[in-house]
């Protein structure tokens, strides 16, 4: 078993669906979106899963609802924690 290919933090499909949501891509380049994706990351807690299904079929809708806040919260702390950091080191 190897665990980079069966399991994973599933906080990371939630941020990486934001990410494309918001089309951040778009709007940043990849060493921006790498670092921006840990400092969102390091804000929240792990939840590792073997397969998405396994989350499709046993999360309740509320903890899929405060999942999704905290992501968004967490986004939003980093954005600004990026310009800020950006901006000190100009």
Do not use: G, W
């Not at 089309?23 to 921006?32: A, T, V």
């Not at 990351?41 to 939840?47: A, C, K, S, V």
């Not at 499709?56 to 405060?66: G, I, K, M, T, V």
């Not at 999942?67 to 702390?77: D, P, R």
């Amino acid at each position: 078993m190897k665990i980079s290919d069966d399991i994973h933090n599933y906080y990371e499909k939630i941020v990486m669906h934001h990410f494309a949501v918001a089309k951040f891509n778009e709007k940043h380049d990849d060493d921006y979106l790498a670092d921006l994706t840990c400092v969102v990351l390091n804000q929240l807690p792990t939840r590792y899963i073997r397969h998405e299904v396994d989350m499709a079929f046993y999360l309740p809708a509320s903890e899929r609802f405060e999942m999704e806040n905290k992501v968004k919260k967490a986004i939003s702390k980093a954005v600004e924690f990026m310009k800020t950091h950006k901006a000190s080191q100009e």
